[in-house]
């Protein structure tokens, strides 16, 4: 597994979103409607990484536009960040999911054989970016950089370095991780404290973007 094969030797983000609907480098390709890459201005001072698309990113072919999209939006505008000030993407670009709830098709997690599968793909977008800020939204984005121990509950909230092993054109001065905005639409009796934390580490970003 692993998609290195697919990804353009010479990519720019246009490239790379349209070489992504080639990849076969692990098999969520194959019940997904499309690979869904970034979505923002490449000059964006903040990247924020999430999981992967959901049902509704799966067929728009965008990040974040559904319900853990619009908990998101409303967060950034909380903390005082305008949508122009982020690119926003995902670790895994397919969709991964089992079974039907309704119409909807019922969100699994990617495992780490997909993660790093897909790991091309965010290198090969991260090096065509040069934010001074990256959010990480919930625990796979977090394993995904800094391995499988990471725990959110433990880091949130603080300044985190750029992992070494992740080569990019211009480090990043600083990572925060916070939880995934469906971690939020999930807690039922404390949802306004979910959300509260999470508007409160955008705000942390926000302050260190200054
Ligand atoms: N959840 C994610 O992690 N990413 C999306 O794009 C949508 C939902
Ligand atoms: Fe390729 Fe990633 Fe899609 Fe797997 S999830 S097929 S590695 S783009």
């Given at each position: 597994m692993g998609a290195e094969e697919w990804v353009p030797e010479r990519p720019t983000l246009p490239r790379l979103r349209a070489a992504v609907q080639e990849c076969r480098g692990c098999e969520l390709y194959r019940d997904a409607t499309q690979g869904v890459m970034g979505d923002g201005d490449?000059?964006?001072e903040l990247v924020l990484l999430g999981e992967q698309p959901g049902d509704q990113e799966d067929q728009a072919?965008?990040?974040?536009?559904?319900p853990a999209g619009r908990v998101l939006d409303d967060a950034l505008a909380d903390a005082g960040i305008g949508p122009e000030r982020v690119y926003t993407t995902n670790v895994v670009k397919h969709f991964r999911w089992s079974g039907m709830r309704g119409k909807r098709r019922i969100h699994q997690s990617p495992k780490q054989a997909h993660v790093a599968a897909c790991r091309p793909w965010l290198d090969a977008e991260l090096r065509m970016l040069r934010p001074r800020g990256v959010v990480l939204l919930g625990g796979t984005a977090g394993k995904a950089l800094?391995?499988?121990?990471?725990?959110v509950g433990e880091a949130r909230g603080r300044q985190l370095a750029w992992p070494?092993?992740?080569?990019?054109?211009v480090p990043p001065r600083w990572v925060l991780a916070t939880t995934h905005p469906s971690a939020v639409l999930r807690a039922r009796d404390e949802r306004q404290a979910a959300y509260d934390a999470l508007v409160a580490d955008l705000r942390t970003a926000a302050e260190l973007l200054g």
């Amino acid at each position: 597994m692993g998609a290195e094969e697919w990804v353009p030797e010479r990519p720019t983000l246009p490239r790379l979103r349209a070489a992504v609907q080639e990849c076969r480098g692990c098999e969520l390709y194959r019940d997904a409607t499309q690979g869904v890459m970034g979505d923002g201005d490449p000059e964006a001072e903040l990247v924020l990484l999430g999981e992967q698309p959901g049902d509704q990113e799966d067929q728009a072919g965008e990040p974040f536009v559904g319900p853990a999209g619009r908990v998101l939006d409303d967060a950034l505008a909380d903390a005082g960040i305008g949508p122009e000030r982020v690119y926003t993407t995902n670790v895994v670009k397919h969709f991964r999911w089992s079974g039907m709830r309704g119409k909807r098709r019922i969100h699994q997690s990617p495992k780490q054989a997909h993660v790093a599968a897909c790991r091309p793909w965010l290198d090969a977008e991260l090096r065509m970016l040069r934010p001074r800020g990256v959010v990480l939204l919930g625990g796979t984005a977090g394993k995904a950089l800094y391995g499988p121990s990471f725990k959110v509950g433990e880091a949130r909230g603080r300044q985190l370095a750029w992992p070494e092993d992740r080569p990019v054109a211009v480090p990043p001065r600083w990572v925060l991780a916070t939880t995934h905005p469906s971690a939020v639409l999930r807690a039922r009796d404390e949802r306004q404290a979910a959300y509260d934390a999470l508007v409160a580490d955008l705000r942390t970003a926000a302050e260190l973007l200054g």
